[in-house]
Structure formats: C-alpha cells, structure tokens
C-alpha cells in the first residue's frame, strides 16, 4: 500500500503562487507515474498534470498549462505542483495520485492522497 500526503494548500490572492508537495510512503517511488488532480465544490475531479516515473514527460490540462508546472524529486519520493497566476477559477482541492502510466483518466491511478484545499479571492 502506498500512502501519499499533500500539503502546501492554502488562501491565495489572484495572481499569486503556491507550490503544492507530495510525499509517497514507497521505496519504490521512481516506477510510479504522478499526476495532480482538482475537485472544486460541487464539479467532478478533473486531471490538472501528469508527470513520468522519471521525469522526462510531463502532460498539462489547457485550463493549467503555461501556469502550473509538475516536477518530481525520486530521491525525495516527492512530487509537486508549481502554481503561479492563479485564478479564483483554480479554487478546488488537489489531490495527488501514483500510478503504472501517466494518463488524464481518473480510474487509472491506484492510489490517491487525501487532498489539500487551494482557495484563490478575487
């Protein structure tokens, strides 16, 4: 079983940056693909980035791309989320998520953090 914390959530203005962390409790970190995904209040969860076991590859949602940047450190079993920009639309709680293949679909992935909430005011 692999456990994955995120935290770094938190209430931003427009316009600002935040960088979210995720920590997987796996020694096996770097043959997992990572992604970011987001719920906001009362929306299905929605792919956000998608990030490969080794780094190489990333995979970015229009609604995201050029604003957010994934990154991954396999020696930390850490991944993360760079948020610059931000919009009262990225308002949502992202959720990180480990898997065999970095796809955009949600039944894909085997394991998934408890979420950190990002609220952005206008």
């Known amino acids: 079983q692999v456990q994955l914390i995120e935290s770094g959530g938190g209430l931003v203005q427009a316009g600002g940056s935040l960088r979210l962390t995720c920590v997987a409790s796996?020694?096996?970190?770097?043959?997992?693909?990572m992604g970011w995904f987001r719920q906001a209040p009362g929306k299905e969860r929605e792919f956000a980035a998608t990030?490969?076991?080794?780094?190489?590859?990333?995979y970015y949602a229009d609604s995201v791309k050029g604003r957010f940047t994934i990154s991954r450190d396999n020696a930390k079993n850490t991944v993360y989320l760079q948020m610059n920009s931000l919009k009262p639309e990225d308002t949502a709680v992202y959720y990180c998520?480990?898997?065999?293949?970095?796809?955009?679909?949600?039944?894909?992935?085997?394991?998934w953090g408890q979420g950190t909430r990002v609220t952005v005011s206008s």
């Open positions: 998520a480990a898997g065999p293949t970095a796809t955009i679909g949600r039944d894909t992935w085997d394991y």
């Open positions: 990030i490969s076991w080794n780094g190489r590859s990333t």
């Open positions: 796996t020694r096996y970190f770097a043959n997992f693909a």
